[in-house]
């Protein structure tokens, strides 16, 4: 199982396609604005098919591409029910927009819920509810592989902006100790911006949410 980290967006936003060559196979984690060039330049170079997008949380910044994605592919999108409006009808997030960024909605063909496995790639990833950031934050963690795609729950040395519409620190924190901190040390935390970290890391130095 190979992880590809790929920015894209006119605010530098991290989607993951997640490719597994000899099953063919391969699952987008967040679409960020202008991805799909990129998700399909490697999906032709390992041969693989896009099998699932898994929407983390609702913000334009990691759904802006997501439209272009399925229509280039029908590959089913799965996502928490907390962010279907932000998803479905993204003109709601106009006020909190850069101007001049066009969104298009996508339909969410699976609905997920904390707690839910996903099999994907020959996997099992489970689904943890991480709101705080957003309503329908969710993180996907895929326990053989000790690795955590987490939205913006959490990034390295900081945490997800709680001053937007549906944000609360309070909420946040329990989250994140509830959710992420609660995962084995060693698991590597892929996050929607910025560098990977790991649970470790964060419990013992992040100076937003201290273990």
Same mark, same amino acid.
């Given at each position: 199982?190979?992880?590809?980290?790929?920015?894209?967006?006119?605010?530098?936003?991290?989607?993951?396609?997640?490719?597994?060559?000899?099953?063919?196979?391969?699952?987008?984690?967040?679409?960020? $604005?202008?991805?799909?060039?990129?998700?399909?330049?490697?999906?032709?170079?390992?041969?693989?098919?896009?099998?699932?997008?898994?929407?983390?949380?609702?913000?334009?910044?990691?759904?802006?591409?997501?439209?272009?994605?399925?229509?280039?592919? $029908?590959?089913?999108?799965?996502?928490?029910?907390?962010?279907?409006?932000?998803? @479905?009808?993204?003109?709601?997030?106009?006020?909190?927009?850069?101007?001049?960024?066009?969104? @298009?909605?996508?339909?969410?063909?699976?609905?997920?819920?904390?707690?839910?496995?996903?099999?994907?790639?020959?996997?099992?990833?489970?689904?943890?509810?991480?709101?705080?950031?957003?309503?329908?934050?969710?993180?996907?963690?895929?326990?053989?592989?000790?690795?955590?795609?987490? $939205?913006?729950?959490?990034?390295?040395?900081?945490?997800?902006?709680?001053?937007?519409?549906?944000?609360?620190?309070? @909420?946040?924190?329990?989250?994140?100790?509830?959710?992420?901190?609660?995962?084995?040390?060693?698991?590597?935390?892929?996050?929607?911006?910025?560098?990977?970290?790991?649970?470790?890391? @964060?419990?013992?130095?992040?100076?937003?949410?201290?273990?």
């Amino acid at each position: 199982m190979t992880v590809h980290v790929l920015p894209a967006g006119p605010i530098p936003t991290n989607a993951y396609l997640i490719t597994e060559s000899s099953r063919g196979e391969a699952v987008l984690i967040d679409a960020p $604005g202008e991805i799909w060039p990129k998700v399909s330049a490697i999906l032709g170079k390992e041969k693989c098919r896009l099998a699932g997008l898994w929407i983390t949380h609702g913000h334009w910044d990691h759904t802006q591409g997501a439209a272009e994605v399925v229509r280039a592919t $029908g590959v089913p999108v799965t996502a928490h029910a907390a962010d279907q409006v932000m998803i @479905e009808t993204p003109e709601v997030m106009r006020a909190f927009l850069i101007p001049g960024i066009k969104l @298009e909605g996508v339909k969410v063909d699976r609905w997920v819920k904390g707690g839910e496995r996903i099999e994907a790639l020959g996997e099992e990833a489970e689904v943890r509810h991480v709101p705080g950031h957003c309503p329908g934050n969710v993180l996907f963690y895929f326990k053989s592989k000790g690795l955590a795609f987490v $939205g913006d729950a959490l990034f390295r040395g900081s945490v997800g902006r709680t001053d937007l519409p549906g944000g609360n620190f309070a @909420e946040l924190e329990r989250s994140i100790r509830g959710q992420i901190y609660t995962l084995p040390d060693e698991t590597i935390v892929h996050s929607g911006h910025g560098p990977e970290t790991s649970v470790g890391e @964060e419990k013992a130095d992040n100076p937003h949410v201290p273990a």
